[in-house]
């Protein structure tokens, strides 16, 4: 099961996580299904909203909307080094209640 957890500001600005995949919902859509508002911050690039959660195995992840992306799309954050995303997304999807069809985009340099 994947849980929520508290922001990690530390983790998100180290550059440990990457963007991996964005999925073609507002941070509006999880903030509804969570009953809770994304974390405001801002870093190197520009303000953002975000929210972390911690997957089966202790993977954490952040879903993240930049000012300057589109509104109507969230994306995922997993760990660099996490060579193989399909069963985070898979988890990540099944949580929120999206398909396959909700990813808008993925990291062709990752593999499934």
Do not use: C
């Amino acid at each position: 099961m994947i849980r929520e957890v508290n922001w990690d500001e530390s983790l998100f600005l180290s550059n440990r996580l990457r963007q991996r995949v964005a999925i073609g919902k507002a941070p509006s859509y999880f903030e509804e299904l969570l009953g809770t508002e994304f974390y405001n911050g801002i870093d190197d690039l520009d303000y953002y909203k975000g929210r972390m959660f911690m997957l089966r195995d202790g993977t954490m992840v952040a879903l993240v909307r930049y000012r300057g992306n589109p509104e109507d799309s969230t994306t995922v954050f997993l760990p660099h080094d996490r060579p193989h995303i399909a069963d985070a997304v898979h988890q990540i999807l099944e949580r929120f209640s999206l398909s396959e069809a909700d990813i808008v985009w993925r990291d062709d340099s990752t593999s499934a």
